[in-house]
Antibody, heavy 124, light 114 residues
Framework: QVQLVQSGAEVTKPGSSVKISCKAS????????ISWVRQAPGQGLEWMGG????????HYARRFQGRVRITADKSTSTAYMELRTLRSEDAAVYFC?????????????????WGKGTKVTVSS | DIVMTQSPDSLAVSLGERATIKCKSS????????????LAWYQQKPGQPPKVLIY???TRGVGVPDRFSGSGSGTDFTLTISSLQAEDAAVYYC??????????FGQGTKLEIK
């Protein structure tokens, strides 16, 4: 039974950075992708980017390019998402999700296992 | 970018009745080389992460009850709950992954029990 365990809630200041971890257990970390999706309070889901750990290749949503960095450590089955230059509108719950993929195409498909989410508060 | 538009934004359905949610994409998500529609449906309950219900437009996820079904092709898709149960009250999202690795979600549809 694959589980994704995310790091705890963060309280941050505008202009700072936050780094969230997502540790996988019970499955083959390297044979899937990991996506990051955020959800602002009362709002919908927004795909931020993802990584295919076996290749270490990260992909980002265009609106987050240059401000987000996604990495993965295969030795600990952990993915990370760092968001820089935080603004008040970045306050949200951030989810990691195992994403089905065709490895040789590096395609991302549906997300079938989700972490519980990490709440990020941005306040001065 | 592909824009996903769901309708309605909210609906209330009686227990045991059918619930239907629509999702329209701004361009086709049908990949001609494999005849697959790159579309998924998720259910999200308050305080929980989303759960995949349907992928490839019509394939049910593991453990998803058969009262949930997905249909459609190209730009128009439907999620149907054939006989609504109390535990189906949730927000439902469609997602396209045709523009992989980029992906986008619909705005969500809130389903309440009447």
């Amino acid at each position: 039974q694959v589980q994704l365990v995310q790091s705890g809630a963060e309280v941050t200041k505008p202009g700072s950075s936050v780094k969230i971890s997502c540790k996988a257990s019970g499955g083959n970390f390297s044979s899937h992708a990991i996506s990051w999706v955020r959800q602002a309070p009362g709002q919908g889901l927004e795909w931020m980017g993802g990584i295919i750990p076996i290749f270490g290749t990260a992909h980002y949503a265009r609106r987050f390019q240059g401000r987000v960095r996604i990495t993965a450590d295969k030795s600990t089955s952990t993915a990370y998402m760092e968001l820089r230059t935080l603004r008040s509108e970045d306050a949200a719950v951030y989810f990691c999700a195992r994403t089905q993929t065709e490895l040789w195409l590096q395609d991302y498909y549906h997300m079938d296992v989700w972490g519980k989410g990490t709440k990020v508060t941005v306040s001065s | 970018d592909i824009v996903m538009t769901q309708s309605p934004d909210s609906l209330a359905v009686s227990l045991g009745e059918r619930a239907t949610i629509k999702c329209k994409s701004s361009q086709s998500v049908l990949y001609s080389s494999n005849s697959k529609n790159y579309l998924a449906w998720y259910q999200q309950k308050p305080g929980q992460p989303p759960k995949v219900l349907i992928y490839w437009a019509s394939t049910r996820g593991v453990g998803v009850p058969d009262r949930f079904s997905g249909s459609g092709s190209g730009t128009d898709f439907t999620l149907t709950i054939s006989s609504l149960q109390a535990e189906d009250a949730a927000v439902y999202y469609c997602q396209q992954y045709y523009t992989t690795p980029q992906s986008s979600f619909g705005q969500g549809t809130k389903l309440e029990i009447k």
